[in-house]
């Protein structure tokens, strides 16, 4: 039995392997529908930040408050990214807090619809509402991913992801090969093969297999995140899942004043 299916239920397991094929899913089609970054972890939880504030607690992500999720060192790439994404129409930041345009809410909601999300459209100025577990765990999973300060790219995580899902759907772990990865997440083996290459997956573990050394074998590592990420997962398939409160906190750095109107 493998980390992600110790001490859960079969029933647990396979409904904590529906939501990450949910989020995998929708995943997928926001990688697709991109139309800023679609490579960079960082750019991307950025994003999924301010839309889950948005879009769970219908408010506007305070800017201090979203630069406090990231490394010291991260603040002038945050800021650089939220420049960028007001600049292409995506954003508008009002009084230090960070909203999307009507243009990112039509997209999203056309994403989460392909995805299959159920999606509701709510007349009260946010656009519309779908699944708050899932809208609540890609945020999380994503800033856990960057853990330690590192980079993985968006293909590192959607990797991972899959190798989530497999395993708490039941499929054993030394069965995830390179070919069923490269299947469910639509790529090529050449584009997998440049992840293995750059060797930048520290969440990942891949081995040769014992039985066929012409196959290699995906595992979840033993890096701090993975225990993290397993509580996350788990609370997220739970039918009694709820948000965590969101409380706001005071700007304590004057040049993010700079960023706001």
Not at 40 to 46: D, G, H, N, W
Request: proline share 3%.
């Amino acid at each position: 039995m493998n980390k992600s299916s110790m001490g859960r239920s079969r029933k647990e397991r396979l409904r904590a392997a529906e939501v990450m094929r949910k989020l995998l899913d929708y995943m997928l089609v926001l990688r697709r529908e991109s139309k800023t970054s679609k490579n960079s972890l960082r750019s991307f939880t950025v994003k999924t930040s301010f839309v889950e504030r948005w879009l769970n607690h219908r408010q506007g992500y305070p800017v201090a408050e979203l630069l406090q999720r990231f490394y010291p060192s991260d603040e002038l790439y945050v800021l650089r990214q939220l420049r960028r994404f007001e600049r292409a129409g995506r954003i508008n930041i009002v009084s230090g807090r960070i909203e999307p345009t009507e243009a990112v809410l039509a997209d999203l909601m056309n994403c989460a619809k392909k995805a299959s999300l159920s999606v509701e459209a709510i007349d009260d100025g946010y656009g519309f509402a779908y699944e708050r577990n899932i809208c609540w765990l890609i945020s999380r999973v994503c800033e856990l991913s960057l853990l330690k300060n590192r980079e993985p790219s968006m293909l590192n995580q959607l990797v991972e992801l899959a190798v989530w899902e497999a395993n708490l759907g039941g499929l054993s772990r030394f069965q995830v090969t390179s070919g069923w990865i490269e299947n469910r997440l639509e790529i090529s083996k050449s584009t997998l093969s440049c992840l293995l290459h750059k060797g930048d997956h520290p969440n990942l573990v891949v081995r040769v297999s014992d039985a066929d050394n012409r196959k290699l074998l995906w595992e979840l590592s033993s890096d701090a995140s993975i225990a993290f990420k397993y509580d996350a997962i788990f609370w997220a398939a739970n039918p009694r899942f709820s948000l965590e409160e969101v409380r706001s906190r005071p700007i304590q750095n004057e040049r993010i004043r700079a960023v706001g109107h």
